[in-house]
């Protein structure tokens, strides 16, 4: 099993003008991010749009990634669902396609029934069942269930369970995880306005939809820590708070794709139902990138 750590955006699904999934403007997003010093890919994840998405457009997105990224670089790949048996499914499928592991999202349709008990079950179920490793995705800002950090504990026992992505930035609870599972659990932060102090309470990366649009600034905060670069790293980290907000919380994967179209990747339209970004908007982008000196 490859090790799980750096910096590994979501990246985001690319699609033509009559809205089908665009292989060839995926595969030359690719080209370009792997340039930069990004240290894998999560193909399939919230800011790929994966609820939009059929099961055969998933397998197609995932067959390109894997072809484009080279065996050196991870592959991460998004396979949740809310039933258990379509999870395992599709996780197995990502494994013969030659995923490295498998990012699970919280199961949330039945959200008064998300217990511990039963988020345990769904777990221990797809890691018994997975031929590959797979990290918990805990994302409560879109699925409304937050997975507590004593079941990630729990869960953090089994053999095959080897991560978390926390997209909560609850350092609470990511403290808890990170002191209280075993030291070979890796714990990512899902936030790239956060990658600095999660790093520095024992976070071992980042997957951020900023490392969409500054792959380069995420890696060095990120390299900048290792070597103990702390004050160049935190003032990096300051210049990235706004793109971060700008393609996350404030705009979604409408902002991001805008702001890969202004940083020479292609970007284009997010499925219906989101809406594409208004030319106020996307001025407004522009300015946040060149005020950070990415544009």
């Not at 039945?110 to 805990?138: C, E, G, W």
Request: proline letters at 6%.
């Amino acid at each position: 099993m490859k090790e799980i750590h750096g910096v590994m955006p979501p990246i985001a699904t690319p699609f033509d003008g009559e809205g089908n999934v665009s292989t060839e403007h995926l595969a030359g997003n690719l080209a370009k991010l792997l340039e930069t010093g990004l240290h894998g890919f999560v193909v399939l994840g919230s800011n790929g749009e994966y609820p939009l998405l059929s099961k055969q457009e998933k397998i197609t997105v995932l067959e390109t990634a894997r072809e484009a990224i080279p065996r050196d670089r991870l592959l991460i790949a998004g396979t949740g669902g809310d039933s258990t048996r379509e999870t395992i499914d599709l996780t197995r499928r990502a494994a013969d396609l030659g995923a490295d592991a498998a990012l699970i999202v919280t199961p949330h349709y039945f959200r008064p029934a998300m217990t511990a008990a039963a988020l345990k079950q769904h777990y221990l179920s797809v890691a018994d069942a997975s031929p590959i490793p797979i990290l918990v995705y805990n994302v409560p800002v879109y699925t409304n269930v937050e997975i507590d950090a004593g079941t990630v504990v729990e869960l953090a026992r089994h053999g095959n369970i080897v991560g978390i992505k926390d997209s909560s930035a609850n350092f609470m609870r990511m403290g808890e995880v990170i002191r209280f599972a075993p030291p070979t659990f890796s714990t990512l932060v899902g936030t790239g306005g956060a990658l600095f102090p999660a790093l520095s309470i024992g976070a071992k990366g980042a997957v951020p939809a900023l490392g969409n649009i500054a792959p380069r600034e995420c890696v060095k905060i990120y390299d900048l820590f290792q070597q103990g670069e702390l004050s160049r790293a935190r003032d990096l980290q300051l210049r990235m708070i706004r793109p971060n907000a700008a393609v996350t919380s404030r705009w979604g994967v409408a902002g991001l794709k805008a702001a890969m179209d202004e940083l020479g990747y292609y970007g284009g339209a997010p499925r219906s139902p989101l809406l594409s970004l208004g030319e106020s908007d996307r001025q407004k982008i522009r300015d946040i990138l060149r005020e950070a000196e990415l544009l």
